[in-house]
């Protein structure tokens, strides 16, 4: 079907469902399906190899509305986890070998339970990853939330698209980045990303345009420079993550008539020994309700985990789920173009 035919009118984009369906109608003759580009290179489709992270999404409250964002979350949002499904959730950790909880959003920390939901999985012994804009950590009613996640030990996974103010501004809004600065700042004041400090911070860079990201190792020694000489700022690791062509994104690239262009690049990225690492193979995501899904992408587009297999964290198995299959469709090509990408980063050096 014709591109511009299946332009948007209204907003189908904030379905899910009907999202999966546009992407996969683009797709059509003009994208291979992602399990033929396996066979092709004599790959198995992939199973998972154990569930180590759980990553929550706690909600599509956002303080901001970036231009790429795959979970088209924003400050008009509803949508937020309750208590009683974080204690579902806990529930599993008390038992299972989930050894690590990613948590994100929107911005996770608005959820009005989030402080308490992270003090019981540190309880629980587990590690915590935060996925933070940054610019919560200066907003009003959040700025005692550096030292919280100082005295928790919480991780940092913090968005930083560009070292390059206008950037920066560009992909997340007018004064993103002068706020992230002053954010990341007081992180470092609390001992996050020091060199001799268990307090972890890293950064993610995701490209402003149709393009994939460089080289991660590159990218970081130049944001390591320009952030240290410029700010003051130090960091532990940076991630290089490819744009998902999936919601605020895949939105972006029909409008600028990008689309086939896109894909095109994902698919003569294709690299087979990505594919491996793809972090569906370690973690499982559960969104707001406490449904489950095989990563945060999978989510956005309301597929769920294989349909032989608990559908809600309250039914949760461990044997069953360490192996499952996984579900892949063609915004599967953003995690293995090139040199792979996850939530943690490229998947290859
Ligand atoms: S990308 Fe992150 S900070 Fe930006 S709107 Fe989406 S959830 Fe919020
Ligand atoms: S999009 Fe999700 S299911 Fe597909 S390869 Fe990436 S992590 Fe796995």
Redesign the pocket.
């Known amino acids: 079907m014709p591109l511009q035919s299946l332009q948007r009118q209204g907003n189908p984009l904030a379905d899910a469902a009907n999202q999966l369906l546009i992407l996969e109608q683009l797709g059509e003759g003009v994208v291979p399906f992602f399990h033929q580009t396996l066979e092709e290179h004599g790959l198995p489709a992939p199973t998972a190899q154990a569930v180590e992270t759980l990553q929550i999404n706690l909600g599509k409250l ?1 303080n ?3 231009r790429h ?1 795959h ?1 088209d ?2 400050p008009d949002r509803r949508e937020i986890m309750s208590r009683d499904t974080m204690e579902q959730c806990l529930d599993v950790l008390t038992w299972s070998n989930i050894r690590s909880v990613d948590l994100t ?3 996770p920390e608005m959820n009005p339970d989030f402080e308490w939901f992270v003090a019981e999985i540190r309880r629980l012994d587990r590690h915590v990853i935060d996925r933070c ?1 940054l610019t919560i950590l200066t907003s009003p009613a959040y700025t005692h939330l550096s030292d919280f996640f100082a005295e928790h030990k919480v991780e940092i996974v913090a ?1 930083l698209p560009c070292y390059l103010e206008e950037n920066c501004d560009s992909q ?1 809004g007018d004064g993103v980045f002068q706020r992230s600065i002053d954010a990341l700042r007081l992180l470092n004041e609390r001992g996050y990303g020091k060199p001799s400090s268990e307090l972890r911070l890293n950064l993610v860079y995701n490209p402003v345009g149709a393009t994939l990201p460089p080289d991660q190792q590159k990218l970081a020694k130049a944001y390591r420079e320009q952030l240290r000489d410029r700010f003051g700022i130090e960091f532990n690791e940076l991630f290089t993550i490819t744009n998902m062509p999936i919601s605020r994104f895949l939105d972006d690239l029909q409008r600028s008539h990008q689309y086939e262009q896109y894909m095109e690049l994902l698919v003569t990225a294709f690299n087979p020994q990505a594919v491996e690492g793809v972090m569906c193979r370690s973690t499982l995501s559960i969104d707001w309700k406490g449904y489950l899904y095989d990563c945060d992408f999978n989510q956005m587009l309301n597929l769920r985990v294989d349909l032989s297999l608990a559908q809600h964290i309250s039914e949760y198995d461990e044997a069953s789920f360490a192996r499952r299959p996984i579900r892949t469709g063609r915004h599967c090509y953003g995690c293995t173009a090139g040199a792979g990408s996850s939530c943690q980063g490229a998947l290859l050096s």
Request: aromatic residues 0%.
């Open positions: 956002c901001q509305t970036c964002c979970v979350a924003g959003g929107g911005a804009n968005s997340r």
